[in-house]
């Protein structure tokens, strides 16, 4: 007597079960790693090689004697970074008093008679104060501007308007004759935002963007695949991600009971 046929298990469409094979699972996992592990090693590395220059830039300047490498068995890595820090702070510190001072300009008076190193330092001089100044707001404002063609709008960050000769340069208004507001924007290039074009735009062909220059830089590092962070919807998202798993809990045993 034959043996009774089994009955092919129906397989519904609303609810169907994919079934992963184990070189599907092993994908998953390895990409789930590299997402995980890469921007740790690419951090770690960073922070590393940074460590390390300076280290070789300030550690030659110090006497052997005074560096706790000369009496250790092994290098201690980041003190020349520490060191170069204690200075710079110091040299700060010692600027803002009157004898300071007077050193620094005493020295940029040398430095201004020398031909071509007076000019190499006053235009890096003027970059850092505008830079890295307390009270400046040079490319700390993202904007759009209509770049390369019209209906076609890039990220730019905004730097300082255009100085007063420049500024009677460049076209005027039309109507009433009044000059635009005219403002130097930076447009970054992607993927390296270090690069890029350098404008005068007038400000009202600027659109000011409310996110932050750090943002903007993710924005154009990663060519518009890492979009500004809004921290509220954010943990939005994560509300209702944990409500649906504590709902996910709460129904699962009685589906349980009901398939049992």
Request: hydrophobic share 45%.
């Amino acid at each position: 007597m034959a043996p009774p046929i089994t009955p092919i298990p129906e397989i519904d469409p609303g609810n169907p079960r994919k079934r992963v094979s184990a070189r599907g699972r092993l994908r998953t996992y390895f990409l789930t790693g590299i997402i995980v592990a890469g921007p740790l090693a690419i951090t770690a590395y960073l922070t590393w090689w940074f460590i390390a220059l300076i280290d070789s830039w300030v550690k030659p300047l110090v006497p052997a004697s005074y560096l706790p490498d000369h009496y250790l068995p092994f290098s201690i890595p980041g003190l020349g970074l520490v060191i170069a820090f204690l200075a710079v702070t110091l040299l700060g510190f010692l600027t803002a008093n009157l004898v300071g001072r007077s050193v620094i300009e005493f020295g940029e008076v040398l430095l201004a008679r020398t031909p071509v190193i007076s000019g190499l330092y006053r235009g890096l001089r003027q970059i850092f104060e505008t830079l890295f100044s307390a009270n400046g707001s040079s490319f700390r404002t993202v904007g759009l501007v209509e770049f390369p063609v019209k209906g076609t709008w890039s990220v730019v960050f905004l730097s300082a308007p255009a100085a007063p000769e420049v500024q009677e340069a460049l076209p005027r208004g039309e109507g009433n004759g009044a000059g635009h507001d005219y403002v130097g924007v930076f447009l970054p290039c992607a993927p390296n935002p270090t690069t890029g074009f350098f404008f005068y735009l007038p400000r009202s062909a600027i659109i000011e963007v409310g996110i932050s220059v750090e943002d903007a830089a993710k924005l154009v590092m990663s060519a518009g695949v890492i979009q500004p962070e809004d921290p509220q919807r954010g943990l939005q998202a994560m509300a209702a991600t944990l409500r649906a798993a504590q709902g996910d809990q709460a129904t699962r045993p009685e589906a349980e009971r009901q398939e049992a």
